[in-house]
């Protein structure tokens, strides 16, 4: 009975909560011990009965009609704690069970006893899986990935108990010595806690190299290709209705375990072979997290395009399965990604880096590499998802860099990876355990011989068909391009949007503007970029891009240079970390840098005071902005709509319906028929996400 005394307050919550702990203290002086049965315990409080076994307080049993855990048997464990010590001495039908109490806190203060940690790798991992159903183990394995890829797990080591902290979700798992599985508590719910529960045990082999061997059923899970099954489709069906429930609830009112569903039905998604729909979950929890932790970057706007979007994503699959289309089944799972494979790739070609950082909190550096094998570009990020570490800024990630290589030492070298790793997401991990070898220096090409061996884009028009969405369903656009301008212009000062734009042209002479905010953060990257147009030769640019409404920026992020010498060669100037005044003449330089400087300062002092002239918005752009004002009240609210809104929704149909737009005047006619059908809700949103997305601008001139 040993087990009862390491439960602490936090650990007795999980059952209930703090609150009903407290109340159960208030009742210990009417707790009564009854009778010892068979290494059970009986006490009695308030005319009920409860019995505590010996393998811990999961299997705790009361007399009363509460269909949960009790006060009653709260407070029968916090009065044996109090009282173990003098419980019996004065009972001789009680002697054997105090003696096997006292042998027990022998035992806890016993240094040659095995440790908490040996405990549990004195389990047998066949015996543990064996504990769970077929999918509870499926779901371990892939929680058991996850807490691989990611780290996102503390664990505290008592004498007694291991306390798991899941960041994730922001809850404690307790492990106890000598229970095992079984005697785990928690309070994640109750459907996926006994797979968390294995995966953490698994874990803590991981950690201490201690072989763990998966049931085979678990490693060879594929699902039928042609179909979903009954299993995957209810998977579906919930996702859906969860999404439901979060417009009926209110967006403004989310509930924190609603939202922590989310985190859970993510990882079912990619036990189920669907990592693309697990991506699109996680990125919603993401953003309600963000929002519940009162995060003024985290609008309710923003979760309805996303909330709307995945349920016709999901939707999608049911539409699929019932049309037997595996080939759209399969496009709709994505690819799964074996985190534990090592990778190949014989050749990469730098292109150079970013610093970056979110609204959220989220930094990093981003490395991009030109991948020979496919002829494709490919970004590796090493990034934090907050700014919990102090260590990780700027300065630190450039000498950390990318597999364990500083930036400086990658952006002048070309490699062949030996051994790689894959994130969950399909990109390069960044992590040191990698392998590369050195191929060759950087400045033994010049412009004409990299180009060569790198394939960029030197007609604008092409970037049309690159980001031109062809399905909202499986919509992506690439990070980075890497541009072959034929000439480029000097920034100019965009004084109504407070921005600097550079113009590339390509060789129809068709112009394609680069953009820079005109901000303190961008001053350094405006100096070297003027000051090297004006005295370097860049033949290549790489640019990262950036997609915001139904407008498409392209940001510099490198430039290509080929440097003047007895023989040309190629360098790489990353506008994030290089500095001109370490490369180029001191006397040239200070000069230019002035007089940029007054530049600069005086669009800075005009960003204060100048008023934005908004250009006028089309008919199309005034439907949208009105529906969705009218839309998002009652997503944020939970309400049905009222009679006032549905006359202006279905004046606002006929407008769309003058235009062209039949889908998005039927969808609305729809949610009017049914005034408090989140279903129609939902729909009606993602077609009007749908036409905003086919009017996506390119910068083009």
Known sequence: MSIYLNYDDDALATFANMGLVRRAKKSLDEVKLIENSNGDLIFELESFHITLPKDGIAGAKCTCPANEYCKHILASVLYLKENHQTLFSNNDNHQA????????????????????????????PKDLQKQLKKSDRLLAFTHYQELIDSNEVRIDETDNKLNFYLKDFDKTVYYFK?????????????????????????????????????????????????????????????????????????????????????????????????????????????????????DIHSKEENI???????????????????????????????????????????????LGAEWW??????????????????????????????????????QSAYQTGIFGASVDYLKTHAIALT?????????????????????????????????????????????????????RLFLTYPNYVLLYPANIHLPELDEINQQFLVRLDDNNDTGLLLSLKASAINESKLKSLE???????????????IVNGDCIYFSPCSLLLERQAKTPYVE??????????????????????????????????????????????????????RTLSILAFYANTGRALETEDQQELLSLAGGFLNIGLALVCDAIKTLCQSPSDKDAL??????????QSCRLKLPLV
Request: aromatic residues 10%; hydrophobic residues 35%.
């Open 531 to 545: 000051y090297l147009l004006k005295h370097q030769n860049i033949f290549g640019i790489l640019a990262k891009v």
């Open 97 to 124: 069970n105090n003696q096997d109490i006292q042998q027990s806190d022998d035992t806890v203060n016993n240094n040659n006893q095995p440790s908490i940690i040996d405990d549990l790798l004195n389990q047998d």
């Open 682 to 691: 939902l729909k009606l949103r993602y077609v009007l996400d749908l036409a």
């Open 572 to 625: 790489i100037f990353n506008l994030d970390y290089d500095d001109i005044y370490y490369y180029y003449r001191k006397k040239e330089l200070s000069v230019f840098v002035s007089e940029l400087a007054g530049r600069i300062a005086k669009l800075l002092e005009q960003k204060r005071t100048a008023k934005i002239t908004q250009k006028p918005k089309d008919t199309i752009e005034l439907l949208i902005a």
């Open 304 to 350: 309805f395009n996303e909330l709307a979007f995945l349920y016709h994503y999901l939707q999608s699959f049911i539409n699929a399965h019932h049309s037997q289309n595996g080939e759209q089944l399969e496009k709709l799972r994505g690819k799964v990604i074996n985190t534990g494979d090592d990778i190949i790739i014989k050749k990469l070609i730098p």
């Open 178 to 294: 000598g229970l095992s599985l079984k005697g785990m508590l928690s309070e994640l719910p109750d459907k996926q806690k006994s797979a968390i529960h294995l995966a953490l045990i698994a874990y803590v082999f991981y950690q201490h190299n201690k072989d763990w061997q998966w049931t085979d059923e678990v490693a060879v899970f594929v699902s039928e290709q042609n179909c979903l099954s009954d299993d995957e489709l209810v998977f579906i069906d919930e996702s859906q209705s969860l999404c439901v429930n979060f417009l009926k609830q209110g967006l403004s009112h989310l509930a924190k375990e609603s939202v922590l569903s989310l985190r859970l039905l993510s990882l079912q998604a990619r036990t189920y072979q669907m990592p693309n729909l697990a991506q699109h979950i996680r990125r919603i929890y993401g953003t309600m997290t963000a929002l519940l932790n009162e």
């Open 357 to 394: 950082e979110t609204s959220t909190g989220a930094k990093g550096v981003s490395f991009c590499f030109y991948n020979g094998d496919d002829k494709a570009l490919i970004s590796v990020t090493n990034g934090r998802a907050n700014s919990l570490d102090s260590t990780f800024h700027k």
């Open 419 to 471: 051994k790689g790793k894959l994130k969950n997401n399909g990109t390069l991990s960044p992590s040191e355990l990698s392998r590369y070898q050195e191929l060759f220096e950087l400045k033994t090409l010049n412009a004409d011989t990299f180009k060569q061996e790198v394939t960029g884009i030197d007609d604008w028009q092409t970037l049309t068909t690159l980001i031109s969405p062809t399905s």
